[in-house]
C-alpha cells in the first residue's frame, strides 16, 4: 500500500478526540510518536470485537493508544493487561487510558516484558489476544510466550513487522532486524497458527491460534 493510499483511508475518518490526546501527551512528554497506524489501530478494535476476546494483553504500552483501541473492540467486560518496560510511559498511558473511560479495565504491569510474561504464565493466566509491539529484539519470545498463555482461537497481531523497509533488505544485519525476521518467519510456518501479514503501513502481522 502506498503512502497516498494510506492517507487517503485514513482521511476517511473524524478526528478521534481520544486518540489525539494520546499523541499530545506523548508530545507533551517527550516520549517517540511510536503508537500502531491509524488505520491498524481501527483494524485492532474491529479484530477485538469479531473475536469475541475479553482477555487482552499487550506488549508496550507507550502512551495508551493501543490499549484503547483494544478495549473498545472487548466492551462491556473486557479487561487489559499492559506491559511496559518504563514507569513514566505506564503513567502517562494510564491517564490517556482513564480520559477514554478505561480507567477500571487496565492493568498495568512495569518491567521487562518477557519477565512479566514469564510471570503471568507461573500463574496460569490465559489470554484471547495478544498485540505485541515492543522491544523488536524480544519480539519471538513474545511470541513464543503468547503461545503459551493463549486460549484456543487467541488472536495475535505483531506491529512493525517491516521495519521501516529494514526487514526485507538483505544487507542488514542487525540483532533487531534478525529477531524480526525470525518472528515473521515463525508466524508464516508454525503449524499452530493460521496467520498473514499485511503490508500497509510498516507491516502487521496476524494470527490464529488453531
Known sequence: MSIENEQYADSLYKEDLDLI???????ANGMPDISVADGY??????????????QLLEVGALGGYSGI??????????RLTSLELKAEYAEVARGNVEEAGYG???????????????????????????????????????????LALATPGAVIVGDNVFLRGRTMNAARVG???????????????????????LPGYDGLAIAIVK
Do not use: H, W
Not at 489501530?41 to 475479553?54: H, I
Not at 518491567?111 to 519480539?139: C, V
Open 21 to 27: 490526546r494520546v499523541r499530545k501527551t506523548l508530545a
Open 104 to 146: 477500571q479495565a487496565v492493568t498495568f504491569k512495569i518491567g521487562d516484558g518477557k519477565a512479566s510474561m514469564e510471570q503471568l504464565k507461573a500463574e496460569g493466566r490465559q489470554f484471547d489476544f495478544f498485540f505485541i509491539d515492543a522491544d523488536k529484539e524480544g519480539y519471538p519470545v513474545y511470541l513464543e510466550y503468547a
Open 69 to 78: 483501541c483494544l478495549l473498545r473492540g472487548a466492551g462491556e467486560g473486557g
Open 175 to 197: 540483532p533487531a532486524i534478525q529477531a524480526v525476521r525470525a518472528f515473521n518467519e515463525r508466524i508464516a510456518n508454525d503449524e499452530r497458527l493460521l496467520s498473514t501479514v
Open 41 to 54: 489501530g481501527r483494524l485492532l478494535t474491529m479484530l477485538v470485537a469479531m473475536s469475541g476476546a475479553k
